[in-house]
Structure formats: structure tokens, C-alpha cells
């Protein structure tokens, strides 16, 4: 079927009251970058509906793109009929046709937008549902469950007909709840934090931390693609690569070896929050989640939290490690999470970290470093690569690996 536009439903922008405008706006301006290689559509961001004209783009490739933008509860493609009862009694049975196999019942349920139209709501639904009957006489007219629903929507520039819903991302608009630092690894929790976050709203800018040479290009690469992986939700991701390699070593020199972890992990803390401070960001989201490792106890974040005021949200804290799993499959980062290219984290790594490490102890074992003189120097080596919706780092060393598992 050649659709002519697609009808796209808001979320939960419909309850957002005064902020209901900067929502459409947002929505709006994130569907048009999802599309912006496609000249030829064009979009219209109203008080109640989107419309996303086709003007001859093909449709399916739009719904792919659509699915993936936060904001939509459904869309609907639909047909442009011109404005007779016999235009759309025909396109509606052709639409019936289509879908004859899966359905027994149907009704016809019809918005008129246009009230100069001589036929009202009633009257179409009627009309329409009594011409159908005649059309297809095994279906019959169920209107609380039916199979199929025909919508017709009457608007002063024609008649548009649909018959499919096609549920959206739900969640937010990317943007309309302001920018978050994502420390992003190269594991399978973080970009699943990152991805519930953008749900939410929030415009997200990635902090990955890399020890060269004890991590590889490829580690840093991974983390890059993990990135271009979610920008098919949000749009160009700005991804900043902190260089660790330094603080590490230091740590690793200084630390008790129980309190490597704590401390390492209070120096990305700060990294993170000093970046946060510089691009605005108003949040800091990571991947950890309760008991899953050792440093993931409520104590450890107690004795890491104390570095910043920042707000640290935790999107998967309460997940199973196989509910987090489900969601890195269905958002398509599994596979490249569990390609063996390991972070800093991983190296160095003690064998036995303290799993319920004593803040006071952290706060002692950490005045032994030049704390401001590490941040300073892994801050001015920071770098920002900018991240597009399914941009590739990896190597074919990592095609090789990807097919063994
Ligand atoms: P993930 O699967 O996200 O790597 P994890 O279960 O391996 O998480 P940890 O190694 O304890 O857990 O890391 C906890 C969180 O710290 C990560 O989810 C991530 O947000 C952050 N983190 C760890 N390593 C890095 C890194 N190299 N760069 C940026 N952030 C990191
Ligand atoms: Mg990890």
C-alpha cells in the first residue's frame, strides 16, 4: 500500500500541561533529525497529533526509524483519500482486503477535525461499517474487541485512513529533561543505563575512561560503536574519552590493595562530575546494580558518592542481571558488550576488593595521591568525538570474534 503520511500519537506529553508546547517542539525536532536524509517528507508537530508526510518516502523505512524515538506512544500510516464517502469506502476496503487472513471482526471508528464536512462521526461509522458488511459478508461489526479498526480521520486537506497502530518507544523526548553524563564502559550494564535514561528524557554525553596501553584501540572502539548504538535513539551523542592510565598506576602504586577499587573509583567520580560541571550536565548516570559485583554494595557507593553533590542515577540498580540482559538484547548493544576487548576496570581489577570498604579509610588511603594534579592532567588530555545513530569503530578483528560467539 503507498501510504501517504504517517499519524504519529504523543506519550505522555498529553499530560504535561504548560510544558506541552516544549515537548511537541522537542518531539518534533528529534523526528526530523531521525529523518533528515530524506528530503522529500515533511513534518508538522500539532497541539494533539505529528504528521509525518511521506510525499513519496517509503514508508517502512520511516516506521523503522519512528519506532526508535522516544515520545511516540503509536503511529499509524495512513492513506490520503479525496473527501467523498465513495473515495474512502473504496480505500477502505482495500485496506480490509489487505488484512482479510487475521481478521473476522472490525469497526470503523471515525474523527472529524473538519466540521464543515456534510457527514458527521456517526453517520461515517455507519455508512461505512454497513458498506464494508456488504463488501466482506463472512466479517462482522464487534465494536469492543474487534480484530480490526478502520479509522478515518476527516481534515479540511482530505480524507486519511489507517488500520494498523504501531506501538512506539514510549518515554520522553530526548532533551526534555535536560543533559545527564552516561560513564559509559565497555560492559552490558551502562549502555542499558544509558538507554533507560534517554527514555526518560535526558540527552545524554558518555564519559568512557581508557588506560592505553594496558587497554587496547579495540576497547576503545567498543565503547565508541556501544555509543553509535544508542544515538539511534537520541541523535549525534558527543562521547568524551578520559585518559586513566596515570590515575591507575598511581592508585595501584599507593592504595592498599582492598581500597584499589574505592579509590579508582572515586577518581572517575570526580572526573565525571568535573565534566558534568564544564558541559552542563545535570546528572551522572552509571551502570551498576545491587550485588551484582563487589564493588556494586551499598556501602561502596557510600564511600564513593561522598566526592561529588551530583545526583548519581542508577537506571538498572534494581534489575536482574537477566532482565538487564533482555533489554541490551532488545536495544541491540549485547553483542558488542560481550565482545572480549576488557576496560580498565577489568585490568586492574584486585583479586579481592573490599566488598564493604570504610569511607573514612577511602578519604585516608586517597590523601597519599595529588589528587587535583591527576584530575587536572587526565582532565586536559579529555578528547570529544562526536558519536552519529549507528556509526562502526570496530575492526574486523572484532567480526572475527563476534562470529566464534
Ligand atoms: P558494566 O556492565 O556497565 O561495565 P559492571 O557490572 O561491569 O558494569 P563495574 O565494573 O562495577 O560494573 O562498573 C560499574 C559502573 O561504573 C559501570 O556500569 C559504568 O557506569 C562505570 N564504569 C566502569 N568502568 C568504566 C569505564 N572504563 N569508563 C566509564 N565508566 C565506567
Ligand atoms: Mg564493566
Redesign the pocket.
Given at each position: 500500500m503507498q501510504y501517504s503520511e504517517i499519524m504519529v500519537r504523543y506519550g505522555e506529553l498529553s499530560t504535561k500541561g504548560k510544558n506541552r508546547k516544549s515537548f511537541i517542539d522537542r518531539l518534533g525536532s528529534n523526528v526530523r533529525k531521525v529523518l533528515h536524509d530524506l528530503p522529500e517528507v515533511k513534518i508538522q508537530a500539532n497541539r494533539d497529533r505529528l504528521h509525518v508526510s511521506l510525499n513519496g518516502a517509503d514508508s517502512d523505512q520511516v516506521v523503522d526509524r519512528l519506532k526508535l524515538v522516544f515520545g511516540i506512544q503509536n503511529f499509524s500510516p495512513s492513506v490520503k483519500v479525496d473527501r467523498t464517502f465513495e473515495a474512502t469506502a473504496e480505500m477502505a476496503a482495500q485496506m480490509v482486503k489487505e488484512q482479510l487472513g487475521t481478521t473476522k471482526t472490525f469497526k470503523v471508528n471515525t474523527r472529524r477535525s473538519d466540521h464543515q464536512f456534510p457527514i458527521d462521526t456517526n453517520e461515517m461509522n455507519t455508512r461505512l461499517g454497513e458498506y464494508l458488511l456488504e463488501a466482506f459478508p463472512e466479517l462482522s461489526v464487534d465494536v469492543h474487541q474487534p480484530d480490526l479498526v478502520v479509522r478515518v480521520e476527516i481534515r479540511a486537506n482530505g480524507i486519511f485512513l489507517s488500520s494498523q497502530t504501531i506501538q512506539g518507544a514510549g518515554g520522553l523526548p530526548v532533551g526534555t529533561s535536560g543533559k545527564g553524563m552516561?560513564?559509559?564502559?565497555?560492559?552490558?550494564?551502562?549502555?542499558?543505563?544509558g538507554y533507560l535514561g534517554m527514555k526518560r528524557g535526558v540527552s545524554m554525553e558518555m564519559?568512557?575512561?581508557?588506560s592505553p596501553p594496558y587497554t587496547s584501540e579495540q576497547a576503545l572502539a567498543k565503547?565508541q560503536e556501544l555509543t553509535g548504538k544508542l544515538a539511534r535513539y537520541s541523535g549525534t551523542i558527543q562521547f568524551l574519552q578520559?585518559p586513566?592510565t596515570e590515575i591507575q598506576e598511581t592508585v595501584k602504586e599507593k592504595v592498599p590493595e582492598g581500597y584499589l577499587m574505592t579509590v579508582q573509583?572515586r577518581m572517575?567520580l570526580r572526573l565525571?562530575a568535573a565534566l558534568a560541571l564544564k558541559r552542563h550536565g545535570l546528572a551522572i548516570?552509571?551502570?551498576?546494580?545491587l550485588g551484582?559485583?563487589a564493588?556494586?554494595t551499598m556501602e561502596s557507593m557510600l564511600a564513593i558518592n561522598d566526592v561529588t553533590t551530583l545526583p548519581i542515577l542508577r537506571p538498572v540498580v534494581s534489575l536482574d542481571k537477566t532482565e538487564i540482559i533482555k533489554i541490551a538484547e532488545d536495544i541491540d548493544t549485547y553483542q558488542l558488550?560481550i565482545l572480549p576487548f576488557e576496560?580498565?576496570?577489568?585490568i586492574f581489577?584486585p583479586p579481592s576488593p573490599k566488598t564493604k570498604p570504610n569511607l573514612e579509610r577511602a578519604r585516608v588511603y586517597e590523601s597519599r595521591l595529588d589528587v587535583e594534579g591527576l584530575m587536572q592532567r587526565a582532565l586536559d588530555g579529555v578528547k570529544i568525538v562526536e558519536v552519529h545513530a549507528g556509526e562502526e569503530f570496530l575492526n574486523q578483528e572484532a567480526d572475527a570474534f563476534a562470529e566464534l560467539l
Open positions: 552516561l560513564m559509559l564502559s565497555g560492559g552490558i550494564d551502562s549502555p542499558v543505563a564519559v568512557h575512561f581508557f565503547a578520559v586513566f573509583r572517575m565525571t548516570f552509571n551502570g551498576e546494580s551484582q559485583v564493588s556494586q558488550s576496560d580498565c576496570c577489568t581489577a
